[in-house]
């Protein structure tokens, strides 16, 4: 009877393994072979107004992915963080550090984002995803589930009528074309734009006189060039241009002393850009409280006009628009006068 018992013990344990030991490795082996293959892309992806960048699932891209005036599509899983500017973002993968998205349409749907997601100026759509680190929205429209946030978001401006937010857009969009002008002006008349801003630390009083005499002398050439309805805008387009030159030169006074106090010599377009960056996110940066906010940027306009628009006119007027070599402006010019006879050789006797 014992023996019956361990027998049927042994069989029952054979029955167990037996198909174990003969067809479990089969089994495996098509499991793993049927599973879909993960494709690695090592490397950015970068594109600057070029074409979309789209991982689709199953890849992994070892690497940052950045795009600017693009689309992006991410199905698959990046390593590396996310950045997109104006352009447009759709996440449905993983993505293992930080999303920055600014002036951009930005949806996150069924993901895994481990670190922070930051939205500035455009929209952001949150559903059914998981967001590990803090999410940042600054003058955006937010949409969201609450089952998607750890932590509570930050929300900067959402608050702002629509009104204020344009506002905001027109003030950018301003900011964006003087950039531009900025820079062909330094690329086109460099030695002008220095020899205004070396003439500004010596004569910033005197321009500044000067400047308010220069409005007042061209508010009345516009008066009279009111008569002529085409010549308004030419008269008004040259007056900017050569007021923007002289701003350019005390641009760069104030950035070449930045970078001095740095221990660096930088050039005219570095020294003027940097000036303009300082400046621009001063003005910018209390668009976000509303109507205080909007008496603070008026405040510091007309101290930017007081203390820079208008001296910059009267530089412009003092150098005949930087045309003048440094240290010769406004000197009259003596003829030098010799006595007879001076510097020849002495008669023979």
């Known amino acids: 009877m014992i023996r019956s018992q361990g027998l049927c013990d042994y069989l029952l344990v054979a029955l167990l393994f037996a198909p174990a030991a003969f067809g479990a490795d089969n089994t495996v ?74 002036l951009s349409e930005t949806t996150v749907r069924d993901a895994v984002i481990d670190g922070e997601v930051a939205a500035v100026l455009g929209s952001l759509t949150l559903e059914r995803s998981r967001v590990d680190g803090k999410i940042v929205t600054v003058l955006n429209t937010f949409v969201r589930d609450d089952l998607s946030i750890t932590l509570p978001p930050i929300e900067i401006g959402s608050w702002l009528p629509s009104f204020w937010r344009l506002l905001f857009y027109l003030r950018l969009a301003s900011r964006v074309a003087i950039f531009g002008l900025l820079i062909l002006l330094v690329a086109l008349v460099p030695d002008r734009v220095r020899r205004i801003g070396e003439e500004a630390r010596r004569r910033y009083v005197t321009a500044f006189f000067v400047g308010l005499l220069g409005y007042i002398g061209s508010a009345v050439v516009l008066s009279i060039l009111s008569l002529t309805i085409i010549a308004i805008p030419l008269a008004i387009m040259v007056f900017w241009i050569l007021k923007w030159i002289g701003i350019a030169g005390l641009f760069f006074v104030v950035g070449q002393s930045l970078g001095r106090l740095a221990g660096r010599e930088i050039s005219v377009l570095a020294a003027v850009l940097v000036t303009f960056s300082a400046h621009t996110l001063l003005t910018l940066s209390p668009s976000g409280f509303g109507l205080a906010g909007f008496v603070l940027i008026a405040a510091l306009g007309l101290a930017f006009f007081l203390f820079v628009e208008v001296p910059a006119l009267g530089l412009v007027i003092l150098t005949r628009v930087g045309s003048h070599p440094t240290g010769t402006i406004g000197r009259p010019v003596v003829p030098m006068v010799f006595p007879p006879g001076a510097g020849t050789a002495p008669d023979a006797p």
């Open 29 to 102: 082996a098509t499991d793993i072979d049927a599973a879909p293959a993960v494709s690695v892309t090592r490397g950015d992806q970068v594109s600057v107004f070029g074409q979309p960048i789209r991982i689709p699932a199953n890849t992994r891209v070892i690497g940052d992915v950045v795009s600017i005036g693009g689309r992006v599509e991410i199905e698959g899983e990046v390593d590396g963080g996310v950045v997109v500017v104006m352009g447009e973002l759709e996440i449905s993968g993983q993505v293992r550090q930080d999303v920055a998205a600014i």
